[in-house]
């Protein structure tokens, strides 16, 4: 009966070590992910909100991972268990010190610099240390773990599926709980108590791993698409093929972030869905039992290779399209992982396992964060990653390889003729419906022709190819910078320039007179040349412009006003300011000022300047900065306006209804307000003249003028949602 009580009570307690083991992974885990949005939200206003803070978060992230690893890694191969622990439990509490989280108050953006690296500096500074700690945890735990006696103790790799539970959490909670109900200042409070608390549960942890002992190995794995490889050998082969598998789901990740948050803006809730499903991948299929074997998912990866093909080919999506994408990356994401998890070494090499898969997942980080930025003049990464994907998971062993490529250029020949179709200019429908037929034809060859994998994938590769190397015809300027892609092309009656995929001006090709046209947005029967050209203009003395484009408003400008511009982007500057390309500048705006910088930090600093219009017109393709458009920013604007001075926001948008915060902010501080919704029933047929939005916001209805009576200009809705502050504003609250 004793020794069964004692047997009972030896069952218990590994059981307990199990339930620690796991606990503590989990929150570490949970704190190691909720930081990452938390501290990116933190800095977006110092970067300007642009879509690739995003991605250089991750590259910093991924590449402190990598430094964490190795640092497990050593510990535990140098160290005994005694000494593990006293070491890492001084470097949390040496990470204390970093606490609670913040800006660093020495830190100041410069126009001048690259933004990559401040912005990687930025983060070194405000949360390197504790980030750095966290990231350790998860193989250091692993291996505790493996010495303490508990269940399963030969083959921890359970632990890493809590691990990823609890950083799948932690990425939700975050832009669905967290933000939506408290500041970004009381959520720093409590990650920070939560830091705190993790230090007795990783104590606890390595006194259990000094009482264990070491299990017998689990049986020898083989890598699975590798065959003959074995993993106990830790071959260079091997160490290539984990971090391959492990960079092609990292690097799609980034790509497809980047897609979304160009259109849809850079919030936490678009950076944090695309690394939750990442993260859900690695709990779904790392498991001996997961039902997502690596023949079940190949058999399903053609469909969700074709949905990714048309997204290289077709640069623009809706929210529909942006799902389709989420789930494409999350069918190949889910196979490369599959592969990664067949692939996984015994318990003895956990840790080099784990550094491996760090170093992919970093090297998918640099390719798109700093490698494609400089190489590619448009979003190549997502192509080129694709191509990649098709090669490494849908090519098997061919008996005629050159016959099966000549198959497949042929098949890629076939597929882009449906590209090749005349389509009429601006023709949006048509080309989308080339595109569908191209990728049509690729994903019949790559399903009907069944074991001839390797003439699809050559097609696939080929069509990509061309793609990205392929100069169009009326084509003048195409470039990247770390604010967005910029394309300059001649349209049939005007040129256009393009950022991310929306068109923010353009100019007649042919056009007589000194003074160029403005078009588009800016067209003289539109809202915005109503204010700056008509009443309030002429009695201005002095306008600012937040957003420079192609420079068009500069042809509002009169004799003897003073006009500024603000531009965050020296690309925008050196497209605006090329007469080559447009001359809005050069014909009209010579004796205007050009401020460099994130217009809000510049405009703080401006305490002696003052506007009689000021104009917010500040954005990339159809994403949103939102520290633009917070009571704080508002509060700011006005402060730079005179007395009966107009705060002017262009706000057309195809996602967002911004007259909502708008609203909210006029009313907080209040100020009346107007606005001139120009739909498609109200545009003229004349070239260039397209629908717009516009607010107008003063500090009294007098001040409005005529834009008070007019009747196109119709009093603000009342707000239907919380007001936008710098500490807390839900971006999702204005989808429309």
Known sequence: MSVSMESMGVARGRVLIAVLFTVTIFTSALLLFFVQPLYTRMILPQIGGAAAVWTTAMLFFQTVLIGGYLYAHLLTRRLSVGMQISVHIGLLLLALTALPLAVPDTWRYDASAPVVTQTLWLYALGVGLPFAVLSANAPLIQSWYRTSGGPSANDPYFLYAASNLGSLIALLAFPLIAEPLFGVAAISIGWSVGFVVLGPMLLLSGLAARGGAVEATAPQ????????????????????????????????????????????????????????????????????????????????????????????????????????????????????????FDARPDARHLTVFYLTMSVGGAIGGVFNSIIAPLAFDRLTELPLTVAVIALLLLT???????????????????????????????????????????????????????????????????????????????????????????????????????????????QFRNEAGERPTPLLYYHPNGPMAQIVNGTPGSRAQSVGIVGLGIGALACYARPGQ?????????????????????????????????????????????????????????????????????????????ARLNADGLLVFHISNRYYDLSQPLAAAAKALGLVGRVQERAGDAVTEAVGDIPSTVVVLASSSAALGDLATDPRWQPLPEPRISLWTDDHANLLSALR
């Not at 506007?611 to 990339?620: G, K």
């Open 221 to 340: 794995a083989q890598v699975s698409g590798a065959p003959g490889v074995a993993v106990q050998t830790l071959r260079p082969i091997t160490l290539g093929w984990w971090a391959l598998l492990a960079f092609l789901p990292s690097s799609l990740m980034l790509s497809v972030t980047s897609k979304i948050s160009t259109d849809l803006g850079s919030f936490p809730l678009v950076w944090v869905v695309p690394l939750a499903l990442y993260l859900l991948t690695f709990v779904l299929v790392f498991s001996a039992r997961s039902p997502l074997t690596a023949g079940r998912l190949r058999a399903i990866a053609p469909a969700a290779l074709a949905v990714l093909i048309f997204y290289c080919l077709k640069p623009s999506a809706s929210l529909a399209g942006f799902a389709a994408l989420l789930l494409a990356f999350l069918v190949i994401s889910l196979l490369a992982h599959r592969l990664l």
């Open 396 to 506: 098997p062993s061919a008996r005629n390889v050159p016959r099966h490529i000549a198959l497949g250029l042929v098949m890629a020949f076939v597929a882009v003729l449906p590209m090749l179709l005349p389509v009429p200019d601006l023709a949006f429908d048509s080309a989308t419906i080339k595109v569908g037929l191209t990728v049509g034809l690729l994903t019949a060859f790559i399903v009907f022709l069944g074991r001839l994998r390797l003439a699809a994938v050559t097609a696939v590769v080929a069509v990509l190819g061309l793609w990205s190397t392929t100069e169009r015809g009326d084509l003048l300027l195409q470039d990247r910078s770390f604010f967005g892609a910029h394309l300059v092309v001649d349209r049939s009656d005007f040129r256009a320039y393009s950022n991310g995929t929306t068109l923010h001006g353009a």
């Open 562 to 638: 003073d006009w500024h511009f603000y531009e965050i982007d020296q690309k925008v500057v050196d497209i605006a300011q090329d007469p080559d390309l447009f001359t809005f500048m050069s014909d009209c705006g010579k004796a205007a000022s050009l401020h460099l910088g994130d217009a809000r930090i510049v405009l703080q600093g401006q305490t002696d300047l003052s506007y009689d219009i000021l104009v917010i017109d500040a954005y990339s393709s159809d994403a949103i900065p939102v520290h633009l458009a917070t009571v704080e920013a508002i509060q700011l604007y006005i």
